[in-house]
């Protein structure tokens, strides 16, 4: 058997996610190359969508534009955020520092995911937040002025730290979290240039260049800040373009391919 064929790696998931939501608060238009079609990144843009911006289909293969109001509105009914964890607590995140009341809920399955690690130090920010009986949602939150925080993770999350830093650039306010347990992945591009993972703030994907600083302190653990002097550092790019690194977990149903070619050893 001879094997041949091209094999376009699909978006990488949680960047993905993130390229929405920075181009959402952009002011501007992007094209989104490379965007992974998931329901969970369709989560994310539903969720979007009903805030106001305009986001285009995600199709295989296609370029996303995302064209973003001069501020998101208050939704008309509550955010199905699907089985997305993703799109509920960095919309927590986002939602916090906008003047109106907005209701996050999902499926059964994501209506059972803890909610509470998001949610308490948003309060602490000045986040009005209406928890359901237990810990998970749905939640409604009412956003507005926000103040600064310094938070240590109950555990080191790329969620956790990207809805609480995502709150400090919409906010304007300067916000300082310490993971407990070494660095959680950087995807939201907000904790340095010493990460090492392809954040999206220093490839200025879609509208937002986020600048931090890190904290090395070795006594109290690795930890990011999202500015340092009462604002929280951004840069507004219109028509900037974007495109998510391929995620190389989806390569990996692809590695057994060449076994099937009888011309390899």
């Known amino acids: 058997m ?8 699909p978006g990488d998931k949680s960047i993905t996610h993130r390229a929405l939501l920075f181009a959402a608060l952009s002011r ?4 989104i190359s490379g965007a992974l079609t998931s329901l969970d990144a369709r989560s994310t843009a539903a969720v979007l969508r009903r805030l106001g911006v ?10 996303v534009r995302v064209v973003a109001p001069e501020a998101l509105s208050a939704p008309d009914g509550p955010l199905d955020c699907g089985n997305s964890g993703t799109t509920a607590r960095l919309g927590l995140g986002v939602l916090a520092g906008h003047p109106f009341r907005s209701t996050l809920t999902g499926d059964r399955s994501l209506r059972r995911r ?3 690690r998001v949610t ?3 309060v602490l920010m000045g986040a009005g ?3 359901s009986e237990r810990d998970g949602l749905p939640v409604t939150i009412t956003g507005g002025r926000l103040r600064p925080l310094r938070w240590e993770l109950p555990v080191s999350s790329a969620q956790l730290k990207g809805a609480l830093l995502l709150a400090g650039v919409v906010g304007r306010v300067p916000v300082r979290v310490r993971e407990p347990a070494g660095r959680s992945r950087d995807v939201s591009g907000v904790s340095g240039e010493g990460a090492g993972e392809p954040g999206l703030g ?5 509208g937002r260049r986020v600048s931090t600083d890190e904290d090395r302190d070795s006594q109290q653990g690795p930890g990011v800040k999202a500015g340092s002097d009462g604002k929280a550092h951004h840069q507004i790019v219109p028509e900037a373009d974007g495109e998510p690194p391929p995620d190389g977990s ?8 060449p076994a099937l070619d009888n011309r390899t050893d």
Do not use: F, K, Q
């Not at 501007?28 to 094209?31: I, K, N, T």
């Not at 390569?251 to 391919?257: E, F, L, R, S």
């Open 250 to 257: 989806e390569a990996v149903y692809t590695t057994p391919i």
């Open 129 to 131: 937040v209406e928890p």
């Open 114 to 116: 803890p909610m509470r």
């Open 2 to 9: 001879i094997v041949r064929g091209t094999i376009t790696v």
């Open 54 to 63: 305009g986001v285009g289909a995600l199709r295989r293969g296609a370029r």
């Open 28 to 31: 501007g238009s992007c094209l």
């Open 202 to 206: 220093r490839r200025r994907v879609c």
């Open 120 to 122: 308490e130090p948003l």
